[in-house]
């Protein structure tokens, strides 16, 4: 048996010395000669490099002690500081991988960052392997069947035939390649990705997908104001109207898709970052109805509903006065009408004296309050300002600030 494998080995060579072929070439170059012979290219990448390896070899015993007294440069690690930080921490932030500044500090931030790059390193090692792989068995496929029939060609006919299999195990064994571990990517060798092989785009990333590229682009949308929700890796309903919103602001087709285009502007230097407004919400009042609705900013308007209130606005001869008003804030947690001889809890101001408060009460004290303002709440009969219940009033006093727009309209 070791006959046959060996003659299968110099047929092989044969054959392919004969064609000129060099089965794979990676960014090391390994060549069909490397594969066959693993043990002789273990150190190099072929005779030539050997050579070259011989004459390095001869000048690093030519060193002085003073130049191999140099100190090491820096590790990028925990703690470690300057410009390659810096650097490492830009490509972070710009790839997707880690939002926030750059200040060149290696903190908790920054580790966390490389280790979701390192991953992300892993897969795309992972997927290129798969690739090589794949490409080189249906190459090496029609080379292996013609050195399997021309082996057992040279059979006596009394022997055993040398199987398919037995030669598909060969070639399994020499183009396997030893996985890289997490612990074994430093970030050193992460920024290197970065800087010169991460791929600028791999496939589409669309609605049902699930995979560490999508929390990559959702750290980037994130970190461009395009994602008001969190990053959890799935392409759901929030993360499609990011990338529309995106879409939409950067003048690409609205298909919620991150397609090509999508993700190599998405990724650049020269993305540009969402609107973010001064204010989370804005407030309506609908006299109509009775009712004060709140909106929160949601991919580039105040479009998502937060919150339904029923009030009571002005009466017909006192009526809460139509129109746009920046707000001015919190006005007092309680608050007293003089005029009126009565307490309101969570004052807030719309516009001079007319306000948003709670129901009414005799007295600085909840024991006092006057039920009738409860009852009659979703009905006019203020003297101009909004009355709400009072876990209303005081939402509006502790999230809506000063500044923020409210419109009451008919």
Known sequence: MKKRLIALILLLALLLTGCGYVAVEDTQRRTLGSLLFPAAYAEGEGLAEETETANATEE??????TQASFS???KLEIGAKGDEVKELQALLIRLGFMNGSADGVYGAKTESGVALARAYVQAVEARAKA??????RETLAPVEAAALQALNALVPAEGSPITAKQAGLMFLTLTDETEETSEEISAKRVLNFLREELPAYVGDLKYGAERGDIRRLQTRLVGKNYLPGGIDGQYGANTKAAIRYFQRENKLKETGVADEETQLLLFSEDCRAAQRPSHKYRVEINV??????????YYGAYSKL???????TGAVDTPTPLGSYRMGGPCGRWY?????DCWAQYASRIVGGILFHSVLYSEKDESTLRRGSVYALGTRGSHGCVR????????????VSAGSTCRVYA
């Open 60 to 65: 690093e015993g030519s060193r002085t002690e």
């Open 72 to 74: 090491e440069p820096q």
């Open 131 to 136: 690739e090589r792989q794949a490409a080189l």
């Open 288 to 297: 109509s109805r009775q009712k004060v609705y709140v909106y929160e900013w």
């Open 306 to 312: 937060v919150k339904t209130m029923t009030c009571t």
């Open 336 to 340: 007293y009408f003089k005029k009126f």
């Open 388 to 399: 709400l219940a009072v876990e209303d009033a005081k939402w509006i006093y502790n999230n």
